[in-house]
């Protein structure tokens, strides 16, 4: 929705009178020849009472004019509203303003009669974008405005454009559903034996009529009916907002002619002139044609600065090439003239062209005029072949050249006028992207890996990099360097990196090396990770479904190239990975080019892919059959599977030779050591080695951060490695220093879970019982207090918790589970526990964490073959699992299969915590 202080403050820009005719506002009525609206006298339904613009064309002159009534219905419409802008060009004509009111009570509350007026502010507004548009801006605060007040604001803009001659334009958007007014118009008029051609967008019902005996008008009453709802991929002509647009041009043919005296370069490079000697150089260090016109086009491209200058005439005006090349800034306007008169001062066919950036394709549906464009660019032919070349981008090469931007038109500028002509895509030669990645995951597949990384870039991203060699420090050239890896990658950690250029070839390269967290996925102990590839995602699914939309062309993105070189290095001593989905893809579907090879070879997976996007549109009935081929086709996405034996961290647990770590241990140190005070750094290594059971190394990391932040996170996060340690005063300590940081349950439920191996189970349950917290959190802290109850032989009531929290919520998987491994645990109400549990685990879909419990109970029955059945499931799904791990040493033990013991040896590596838990439970691990 249009916010309403745009609304007030919709300004239509063109040209004017003479050059700087109105630095400041005029204070005029409006011109007899608007018909002004009635203020619509309700005091509910829309804000907007009025919105009328109309617009006169007469003797070279656009004088278009503004009236808004708002009613001021809130506080926050009086703040947007409370200072008005109105914005003009002054060399191109002038602000009058007719009326500021606020209307009261019936009352009118004339601002200008007393003394308002409008404050002239000269900044330029878009500077930030390197533009120089030469708009002033007037403003005003509105004094005593009240909620309930009507504002009511009539002015008037004029403009003629130097450039255009005699020639006028306009366009007006047309505003439709949801926007809501009692009274909104937009009206043209011009005298009715001027040559005048309008035309309304889709939707509009206009009416033209006579004003009076010498002049014709057209009107359109907003808000329209809604826009019919179009598809996503459609082009951009079919989702255009609704335009009415009218001017004097007869056709593109006048538009072009009008245009062209303005790029003539007919003496433009003067012989012996800096612009003269720069061809000289390119004529002799390069010999073709288009070697030489890619020269030209990359000096304009890198010795002059983009800076749009509209001032004096100069929004359709170049500037000299002289000029340019002395500044050495210059808009498109500029580049373009610049670079045209070196073409042709070097033989080389060329003309200016002007194109629309953004609705290029809509250029074709609507009125010839000027304004419908936005850039120019050079239209270069050599040997027959057409080249598009753009100075204001930048990276161009050999390789580049060949690239058709997508404008989809282009309208030539000569003086004998011309059509417009079409940009028909092509395949490119570059790649925008090359990239060549080395995973190395040969320390684990559940650890993090490391990368290296070389990426390639061409075209307008290769240029911005060129731009901060050699400016920017080296801290910056970093943070530069890791952003781009993290856009190629994601979240990872780099620790090296380098940006370099060729200028031979205008690409930048961009090198990495660091760490990142594993892609692999596990479900059921099979692990499976995919890539994140050029044609990963690739879908061809146009929606033409809808009777309305059959007819609809699709919209193709591009131009677009990129390549991946992908090298995944796995871990040895396991049976063979597979590849799982296309490895191989040679396709063409809808013009996108797909192309895919990867092979494995043992321990090794290489991938080379590929895709090419030509943009432009196809037809119809070509999409059609184009997307039958593409669900033919299926899915590009390619993922590796690791067989079920390959080592996991759980399977490493209790060794103490750490060499395989290592290169992950030194990335971290290298990261460490780059900024000691970032404790991110320090962070991630403390989470790898807690993850690896490294306790030793993991308590050195947390003692440095909280030597640096001594926050109640860390302190517990340290705690709770003293106990895996079996420091438990120190874990203790830690546990009430973060209390007294933060009284809040993670902390409380610390404390009492450690004091009740300090025979202080009491004390605990004191604690738990003065803690607040939401519903779900005094659900944790009631089985936690029941927990407690049970070790203090108060069994009942802790089982009468779990009961009544299911009055609450039946069935509750949560739940439930807490109920088995309650009862198993305390080896109590056994009669009715085994039922329990095998709701639990049917409810909770088979999760580890139920089938972990109901193996509890199945033990505690004497049922140790089930109960082994259940935790070989439970570990097949989470090795990581010390718990079902430890139970399942304990059940083999029973069972007469000594290899229990190695089980259980494993899982106190794992986690030597739980073996104060399971004594407390009854439970003999020896």
Not at 493 to 511: C, E, G, M, S
Request: one cysteine or more; a negative charge.
């Amino acid at each position: 929705m249009r916010s309403f202080a745009i609304l007030m403050a919709g300004t239509v820009m063109t040209a004017a009178v003479p050059a700087w005719a109105g630095e400041e506002p005029l204070y005029q009525p409006a011109p007899a020849w608007v018909a002004e609206a009635t203020l619509p006298e309700v005091k509910s339904g829309p804000p907007v009472l009025v919105l009328d613009d109309q617009q006169r064309i007469d003797q070279g002159r656009l004088w278009s004019y503004t009236d808004r009534a708002i009613r001021i219905d809130n506080p926050q419409m009086m703040t947007a509203l409370g200072t008005l802008q109105a914005g003009w060009l002054p060399d191109k004509g002038d602000l009058i303003v007719h009326r500021v009111a606020i209307l009261r009570d019936g009352q009118q509350i004339d601002l200008l009669e007393g003394g308002s007026r409008f404050e002239v502010l000269r900044r330029e507004r878009r500077l930030e974008q390197r533009m120089l548009d030469g708009a002033f801006t007037a403003t005003m605060s509105i004094p005593g405005m009240r909620v309930g007040d009507v504002l009511r604001v009539s002015y008037s803009v004029t403009k003629s454009d130097q450039v255009l001659d005699e020639e006028v334009q306009t366009m007006s958007p047309l505003l439709g559903d949801p926007f809501q007014a009692k009274f909104a118009r937009v009206r043209y008029s011009w005298p009715g034996d001027a040559t005048v051609q309008w035309r309304a967008g889709q939707g509009a019902e206009v009416r033209e009529f006579k004003l009076d005996d010498s002049f014709s008008a057209v009107e359109v009453m907003l808000p329209l009916p809604k826009a019919p709802d179009m598809p996503d991929d459609a082009p951009v002509r079919y989702r255009m907002p609704a335009l009415l647009q009218a001017g004097t041009f007869a056709d593109w043919a006048e538009v072009s002619r009008v245009m062209a005296p303005h790029y003539g370069t007919e003496g433009a490079i003067a012989p012996g002139s800096p612009v003269a000697a720069e061809v000289r150089k390119i004529e002799q260090a390069h010999q073709g044609k288009i070697e030489r016109a890619v020269a030209a086009l990359r000096l304009v491209q890198d010795e002059i600065a983009y800076l749009m200058n509209g001032l004096n005439g100069g929004n359709y005006k170049p500037q000299a090439p002289a000029e340019t090349w002395e500044f050495r800034y210059g808009d498109c306007k500029a580049k373009s003239l610049l670079l045209l008169a070196m073409l042709r001062e070097l033989g080389i066919e060329a003309e200016a062209v002007l194109v629309a950036s953004q609705t290029g394709d809509g250029v074709p549906g609507m009125l010839p005029m000027a304004g419908v464009f936005d850039h120019v660019i050079v239209r270069a032919t050599i040997d027959g072949t057409d080249y598009w070349l753009d100075g204001t981008t930048s990276g161009a090469s050999m390789a580049t050249v060949m690239v058709v931007p997508p404008f989809h038109h282009a309208l030539p500028l000569r003086m004998d006028g011309a059509d417009l002509m079409p940009l028909a895509p092509r395949p490119q030669q570059a790649l925008d992207v090359d990239s060549r990645v080395t995973l190395d995951q040969r320390a684990g597949l559940d650890v993090p890996q490391l990368f290296e990384g070389e990426w390639t870039v061409a075209g307008g991203v290769a240029g911005i990099l060129r731009g901060l060699i050699g400016q920017g420090t080296e801290e910056q050239l970093r943070d530069v360097a890791r952003a781009f890896v993290a856009e190629q990658m994601g979240d990872v950690q780099v620790f090296d990196t380098a940006i370099t250029f060729d200028p031979d070839t205008n690409t930048a390269r961009v090198q990495a090396k660091g760490l990142m967290t594993s892609a692999w996925k596990w479900e059921r102990g099979r692990g499976k990770r995919g890539f994140d590839l050029p044609t990963a995602g690739f879908t061809f699914q146009p929606d033409r479904t809808r009777a309305a939309w059959r007819d609809i062309p699709v919209a193709i993105d591009g131009p677009y190239s990129a390549r991946a070189a992908v090298t995944a290095l796995l871990p040895d001593g396991s049976d063979a990975y597979r590849i799982e989905g296309k490895s191989a893809i040679d396709e063409t579907i809808a013009s996108i080019q797909l192309h895919r090879n990867a092979t494995l070879d043992r321990n090794t997976l290489t991938i080379v892919d590929s895709t090419r996007w030509p943009g432009g549109e196809i037809s119809p009935d070509v999409a059609r059959t184009e997307r039958s081929k593409a669900t033919r086709f299926g899915s590009t996405e390619l993922n590796l599977v690791a067989p079920a034996t390959v080592p996991r961290r759980s399977d490493l647990a209790n060794m103490t030779d750490r060499r395989r770590y290592a290169p992950i241990e030194a990335a971290y140190q290298t990261l460490i050591e780059a900024d000691p005070e970032d404790t991110d750094a320090i962070r991630n290594r403390l989470t790898f080695r807690l993850g690896t059971y490294d306790r030793l190394g993991a308590l050195e990391d947390i003692n440095a951060i909280i030597e640096r932040e001594p926050s109640a996170e860390h302190y517990l996060q340290r705690s709770y490695i003293h106990a895996q340690l079996a420091r438990m005063d120190e874990a203790l300590s830690d546990a009430e220093a973060a209390w007294e940081l933060a009284p809040n349950i993670a902390a409380t439920g610390q404390r009492a879970e450690l004091l009740r191996y300090f025979d202080r189970a009491e004390e605990s349950i004191g604690l738990l019982q003065e803690q607040g917290g939401n519903a779900d959190e005094q659900r944790t802290l009631s089985l936690q207090i029941g927990d407690l109850e049970a070790q203090l032989g108060r069994k009942e009531e802790g089982l009468a918790r779990i009961d009544e929290m299911l009055t609450q919520r039946p069935g509750d998987p949560d739940l439930m589970n807490a109920k088995c491994w309650y009862q198993a645990i305390w080896n109590y109400r056994t009669e009715d526990m085994l039922e329990t549990c095998t709701q639990a685990v049917e409810s909770a879909n088979w999760s580890p964490a139920a089938l972990d419990s109901r193996a509890m109970a199945y033990h505690r029955l004497g049922r140790n073959a089930d109960a082994l059945k259940d935790l070989e499931a439970a570990l097949a799904a989470n090795p990581d699992l010390s718990a079902a791990l430890l139970m399942r040493g304990v059940v083999k033990r029973e069972l007469g299969d000594q290899s229990g013991r190695d089980d259980i040896r494993k899982a106190l590596f794992m986690s030597p915590a739980i073996e104060r838990a399971y004594k407390l439970y009854g439970i003999k691990l020896n």
